[in-house]
């Protein structure tokens, strides 16, 4: 390669895919390092397979096709630059970000496990007879648990606090700080039905109202959660891609939503000794239970790909094309 490769203004039409041309995260280099190639005497400059069938497209001209499956070559350019995730604006700490993301998600799963798997079990003690004979392995409650859990997820909160996720970084501090609150309340609402049980509560008449105090918290941990992931996500093409990805924690909130409704309606149907009701409260609590964690489950997938994409962010277009031999 002779430099640097860039492209004349009226040349990038091939460059038209999902999104903008895809500005160098580097340094301007200065302009006589960096030729002026046209569109028909570029070649691919490095290794790069066709998205088609796997061909090694290197050395073959932009303008040309895959000698294996006739596919254009510059379509598997656009795929591998990807120039919508590199029209964004740049990331301070990419790796700190997707290293945080996932490791706030996979606590937000093992957290809300801890807290709604012991009482979704409930309906389970109609159909089965060993119920009564399962044990917690640990000697603290879940609930507790849980709250441990809530104080380890701060720690990739402040990975996500410690650098700006975007620049300008104002709206990012925003959202990290909503996620920090409702954490911080989430972890004080888990353990206060264990605290009040430690002082001789244990009506669910009563324990049921301090229980929910967890709901609004999370909710407010999700919301912050969801603008960091609103931000950071679109750097992955596999998350843009998925199907209801962006919209996944909407979906959780309003699981959290229904589950604290079937929790105070179990309770009251306990209390007023209404079987249909409490039945009906503790049946529905384990179904949304479960597509929670679900959701939950996908969250993590969906911040994987993130993280993914963070690590090893998709080429430069000057990474990939350079000017033909002779020069």
Known sequence: MC?????????QRWFAGPGPAAPSRSPEAPR?????VSERSAIIAAELHCRGCGYDL????????CPECGLAVVETVTQAVDPEASALPRLRDPEGTGDGLLGLSIAYLLGAGLVIVPP???PLALITTSASDMTWPLPLPPRAVAALVGIAALWWLWLLARAPAEEPAREAHRYVRRAVHGQLAWIVAVVLPVLAQGVGVTERVFLSPIELVAAPAAILAL???SGVLGIVGLRSRAYRNARGGRQSIDLLIWAIVIMAACNL???IGEWRRIGLVEHLGSTLYAAVSLLLLVGLTYLVVNCWWIRTSLRKPPPRLDELIGPAPSC
């Open 265 to 267: 309606a179990n309770a």
């Open 223 to 225: 919301k912050g959660f």
């Open 3 to 11: 430099g640097r490769v860039e492209f004349r203004p009226d040349e």
């Open 120 to 122: 979704a079990l409930g």
């Open 58 to 65: 290197k050395a073959l001209p932009l303008v040309g096709r």
């Open 32 to 36: 006589g390092d960096r030729p002026i």
